[in-house]
């Protein structure tokens, strides 16, 4: 079974506006952590922002927020204000307590519109 | 800082050659992982070490590969009898090892057998 996934292959979107990057999660674990990465074109994977389980209030960083509904098994990525730069393919990771990988879904291919 | 450094950053290579690879981590990370990303997809996780110990090996990884992490600083990955199949992007990432702690990746080495 799929630990991560990301149901949205590509997305486009106008410069300016907010964007939402969906990720659902699968563990019976009770402690994980989720990040959420962007690789650009070039290939290099960079780090956005954390959340961890047992947070109180949802991750931000900066433009990044990630909208975290524990019930769920969501974490969503909230991009406000779009800009060009942030057209790159977004990774949604997992990692379980007492485990080192990271697992990754799929990917998600946010274009963003000029 | 300087970052996660991969070399080459790419390798073209023909069918039953070797490769190696290298990658230096940020230096006061302890921790050194090796993923590989083929096209389309999230990157998948290889092999771990922390310091010098290798802690944990994916079964991606064949009898082929090989990694080392001879003085706990940089590493090297090397495929031997290389295959089609082999054909990927090789990333490369470092952490200081915490639970909360991102991986902080490299640019990866793109090899391509024919």
């Known amino acids: 079974a799929q630990k991560i996934t990301q149901t949205q292959p590509g997305m486009f979107v106008q410069e300016k506006e907010a964007v939402t990057l969906d990720c659902t999660y699968d563990t019976s674990d009770p402690s994980y952590g989720l990040f959420w990465y962007k690789q650009p074109s070039s290939g290099e994977m960079i780090f956005l922002i954390y959340?961890?389980?047992?947070?109180?209030q949802n991750a931000t960083e900066g433009r990044y927020s990630l909208n975290f509904q524990k019930a769920r098994k969501s974490a969503n990525l909230v991009i406000s204000a779009s800009q060009l730069g942030d057209s790159a393919m977004y990774f949604c990771?997992?990692?379980?307590?007492?485990?080192?990988?990271?697992?990754f879904g799929t990917g998600t291919r946010l274009t963003i519109i000029p | 800082d300087t970052g996660v450094s991969q070399n080459p950053r790419h390798k073209i290579t023909k069918r039953g050659q070797n490769v190696t690879f290298r990658c230096d981590p940020i230096?006061?990370?302890?921790?050194l992982y090796w993923y590989r990303q083929t096209l389309g997809q999230g990157p998948e996780f290889l092999t771990y070490f922390q310091n010098e110990a290798q802690l944990e090996k994916s079964r991606l990884l064949s009898d082929r590969f090989s990694a080392e992490r001879p003085k706990g600083s940089f590493s090297t990955l090397e495929i031997q009898r290389t295959e089609q199949g082999d054909s990927a992007m090789y990333l490369c990432?470092?952490?200081?090892?915490?639970?909360?702690?991102?991986?902080?990746f490299g640019n990866g080495t793109r090899l391509t057998v024919t």
């Open positions: 990432a470092s952490s200081l090892g915490l639970s909360y702690s991102p991986l902080h």
């Open positions: 990771a997992m990692r379980e307590s007492g485990n080192e990988k990271l697992t």
């Open positions: 230096s006061e990370h302890n921790r």
């Open positions: 959340q961890g389980s047992y947070d109180q």
